[in-house]
């Protein structure tokens, strides 16, 4: 009764900004992808540097369990997480053709991720003889590998950075340009008429009382009256 609200009928879900929810609302925002490729990427390489296996080397005068470090069993791992680095910061400066561009790179690094360590877990027999070998200078027929979750964590990893990439080829033709393409000076509209800018400064008033000033000048200086 006098409050001014328009009437909304019953069922009906008010004005369409008010909607919770909406497209805007679901879009991800560049700052968001920015941050999550990049923390994608510190992910990989925190993954990379902690044991994936563990592995026992006997020796004549020697028994140690050895831990073989995500590097050193799948160098994919972090290396797909210095291309997710890269392509962050690829997503905060470039332009949208650039971000397309990072987005198949972001895609592609988690493949790479996810089916390298894949490969690791179906055989980390093989990786666990070149780490004996390499600490005791003898190849061994025989290991028992003794895998630890981390590769688990570099395969999620891998999946989200294909998600995340997919995302951005979708979201990222509603975030705004380059910051430096707002000084870049406007044209003219395309198809319309060139300004002549001497036209019109030749036509100013300033102009017209300046000619008028001098050629009264040099009239005076020739003696004549230039009334």
Known sequence: HGCGRPAVAPGSRGPVGDVPGSGSHRMLSKRAAVLGVAGLGVVLLGVGAVPWLRVEAVTAISREVLGVR???AVPMVPAAGLVLLA?????ALAGRVGRILAAVAIGAAGVLAASTTVGFLTEPTAA?????ASATGVRPLDVDPQVTPWPGAAIAGGLLAVGVGVVVVRGSRSWPGRSGQRYERVGPAPGGPVPDRKSSVESSPERDAASRAMHDWDALSRGEDPS
């Open 87 to 91: 392509a962050a910061l690829a997503l």
């Open 128 to 132: 666990a003889r070149t780490a004996v």
């Open 70 to 72: 995500g590097a050193q």
